[in-house]
């Protein structure tokens, strides 16, 4: 007669915490993903997304660092290319009153916001891969905030 298996052996094990290398890595690959955005248009978000949902529980750096370029990504990237699209649509409908001429060179500086996200991420990918904490200006202590409770 076979014995029934318990419970306790199809039930989840916990999974082992990350090491020091390991957490530098996620933490760099989450900063990194907004390349993504280059060949794909927004899908770094999405990798920064999955990164913070599967390493949540396991490391808290890599949790704050995939969260904080999630949310960076969000605002440079996605709001960035919405406020590129409305300044050149401005501009291009103004230039037919010759005004929209002097919004061109404004249109373009927007249009450098997304570029600038990019370099921005990188590094903080760098500075992640070398273990340093790295917080993105105004988005950083946000979530460290969130992180903490304050």
């Known amino acids: 007669m076979e014995s029934v298996p318990s419970p306790q052996q199809y039930a989840p094990q916990p999974f082992a915490p990350l090491t020091p290398s390991e957490e530098r890595s996620w933490a760099m690959l989450a900063h990194l993903s907004i390349l993504l955005n280059l060949v794909t248009g927004a899908l770094g978000v999405v990798g920064a997304l999955v990164i913070y949902l599967i390493y949540q ?14 949310i960076f990504q969000l605002v440079a990237w996605v709001g960035g290319g919405i406020l590129t699209g409305i300044a050149w649509a401005i501009t291009g409908v103004l230039s037919a009153v010759l005004v929209g001429l002097l919004c061109i ?27 340093q904490d790295f917080r993105y200006w105004l988005v950083g202590d946000w979530v460290r905030g969130t992180f903490t409770g304050s």
């Open 57 to 70: 529980n396991r490391s808290r750096y890599v949790a704050y660092q995939a969260l904080q370029s999630l």
């Open 105 to 131: 060179p404004i249109a373009i500086l927007i249009s450098l916001i997304p570029l600038a996200a990019v370099v921005y991420g990188v590094i903080g990918g760098i500075q992640c891969s070398q273990g």
